[in-house]
């Protein structure tokens, strides 16, 4: 069975930075892409970026590079993502999802972990 | 980027057929392969894949849940609308990088 599980909620405050995880089981990670989506409170879905298991490679949507970091630990099966400068913009529900390699739809996708910046 | 027009809600009775439509700025079609897929999502959860290329039910998905269509205009379909139902459906491109998601629409009980 196919598990995505997700990092508990954060708090953080302005300015600071937190890296969330997503630990995965029942399938062979090296052998598909992590991406990893926003969704702010009562909002649309963005997509972020994406990771391939295999080899680290990663895309990013232009409007959050430089805010998010993706990287994998291949050893745990694990994909992060790093979240930098946080401001008020920034709080929201963080999904990761496993990404088909072909027509690049979301077949499975974590609890979501909520962060919250606030002072 | 795409972008993907939903309506905000739709009020359905129960055993009814509900329509939800999607139309992309731009084809979201490469020759036969329509790159538009549905998600269903309940308050507090994570998103569930229903259809993926625009008329494949995803794995565990009741026959109940359809999806049709090409280029820009999409239409998931549900028939007969059972209670567990209610939720946020939301369509998806991957025709072009960033994929993008419509803004979601509502179903409710009339």
């Known amino acids: 069975e196919v598990q995505l599980q997700q990092s508990g909620a954060e708090l953080v405050k302005p300015g600071a930075s937190v890296k969330l995880s997503c630990k995965t089981s029942g399938y062979t990670f090296s052998n598909y892409y992590m991406s990893w989506l926003k969704q702010m409170p009562g909002q649309n879905i963005e997509w972020i970026g994406n990771?391939?298991?295999?080899?680290?490679?990663?895309g990013y949507n232009q409007k959050f590079k430089g805010k998010a970091t993706l990287t994998v630990d291949k050893s745990s099966s694990t994909a992060y993502m790093d979240l930098s400068s946080l401001t008020s913009e920034d709080s929201a529900v963080y999904f990761c999802?496993?990404?088909?390699?072909?027509?690049?739809?979301?077949?499975?996708w974590g609890p979501g972990t909520m962060v919250t910046v606030s002072s | 980027d795409i972008v993907l027009t939903q309506s905000p809600v739709l009020a359905v009775s129960l055993g009814q057929r509900a329509t939800i439509s999607c139309r992309a700025s731009q084809s979201v079609s490469i020759s036969s392969i329509n790159l538009m897929h549905w998600y269903q999502q309940k308050p507090g959860q994570q998103p569930k894949l229903l259809i993926y290329r625009a008329s494949n039910l995803a794995s565990g998905i009741p026959a109940r849940f359809s999806g049709s269509g090409s280029g820009t205009d999409f239409t998931l379909t549900i028939d007969p609308v059972q209670a567990d139902d209610i939720a946020a459906y939301y369509c998806?491109?991957?025709?072009?990088?960033?994929?993008?998601f419509g803004a979601g629409t509502k179903l409710e009980l009339k």
């Open positions: 999802a496993r990404g088909t390699k072909t027509y690049w739809y979301f077949d499975f």
């Open positions: 998806q491109q991957s025709r072009e990088s960033p994929n993008t």
């Open positions: 990771i391939y298991g295999g080899n680290g490679g990663t």
